[in-house]
């Protein structure tokens, strides 16, 4: 099995480098990442600047990796139309260093990453570690990742292109089980916290307090809640099929 | 009502200026949009580096405006969070130079503004001209622009919250009428071009040249094909709830 790995955090980061380590167990590796932290990109790609591709020597044991001055999204893009030898048989994004959960998954450079090798019709899945920036414990997500790629290849079938994969931040041990789970609601408050420059000019930072909202038994925010290893099958049709058929009463004369 | 205008092109394009100048005529209208092209971010927000706002004076008769250093998407969230007086009863994001049709919406800096005004709950329409750039016709874009924003506000009710509109880029009078439509296929060949720079080390440029697909009736691509102008509702819920079924076969034992 061909695996691209690749991450919104950079290719210096620790989670992809556990996960491309991981998944040299499974398949034959090839990382293709950012050459810089390019988290809440969303599905950007880079079409105003040409992109710097730069192979890395000595990135890992029997890796060949590439850095990139794009965005992950053009990672996936440019790994798998010029730089792959082979059409790789699986898209891998992450570990990425906090969670990507509900309502946040549409600001994923991580998740974006996954969704773009679906659109190359490859299977693919988003792995992240729900937990605090800087006390993330990715044991979890390392040990399972082997586990959750060989599920979901058993299973799918190449059926439902991207996965989105979230680990509680916690050891093995405590991990409860695996739900299959639907994206749940995440909101902030007090997005923007504004400043002052040293003359006296107004800046303005995204910050924002992610609120206690009560989610649904079968939401992704709750299996973390609880301990479990989330995974929601995504899609990337955004027509609203059902609102068409409401749409038909509307009068359209022009 | 009070409309909250945005655009991917940048402030100083000439499909915004259009748009809000003509959706004067029904409600109050607010221009908060980037300060630069910021075309094919995605859903990107700006994250690692502060914002600058600033007030544009004597953008056009009546319109308050505001020019930001960020994406499309950056603008609406500040725009409702922070800029904004009273909660805007509507976004509308474009008039876009291009289409925005079919699988192409995702990369689409115009439909993410619309989408964060959704995420806000507020019903919001992306409007782009289907032309080649450098010649384009925004005369029906502009004509039709206050009766779509009618027809949608009449009849949607806030059911669906995010719609996205192309018009063909041909005169009002050549206008065979309006389709609702679904997210078409578009795909592209030979996406990456390397050139070499004077010091012999290769740069990429995404090109692609678009591939000549037969698209369903029922899609947005075709109706534009047939000079009708396409309304899609979309949704940006990216759970796959249909496979989720599927999945509940799969052994999760761990």
Redesign the interface.
Known sequence: MNILVTNDDGINAIGIRKLANELKRIGSVTVIAPDR?R??????????H????NKVDNYANGIEAWNING?P??CV??GI??LMKAKPDLVVSGINNGPNLG?D???SGTV?AA?EGG?HNIPSIAISVAGKKGELNYESATY?SC?IVN?ITK?NNE??KVFNVNFPSISPDN?K????T??GIRRYSN??E??KDPMG??????SGKLLEIQNKNESDVTAIENNY?S???????????Q??K?????E???
């Not at 988290?39 to 105003?48: D, L, R, V």
């Not at 040409?50 to 591709?53: A, E, F, G, K, T």
């Not at 089980?177 to 299959?180: A, D, E």
């Not at 000019?201 to 995204?206: A, D, G, R, T, V």
């Open positions: 932290e988290s809440a990109t969303g599905h950007a790609i880079t079409m105003h040409p992109l710097r591709i965005t999204s053009d893009k440019i139309e010029s309502t998954v549409i600001y974006s969704i659109i399972y586990k599920l299973y059926q439902n991990i089980g695996i739900r299959v639907e994206l997005q923007y504004e400043r000019k107004s800046y303005y930072w995204l290893i995974i929601t099958p995504l899609h990337f049709d955004l027509t609203n099929y609102f068409i409401k749409m038909q009463n509307w359209l004369d022009i």
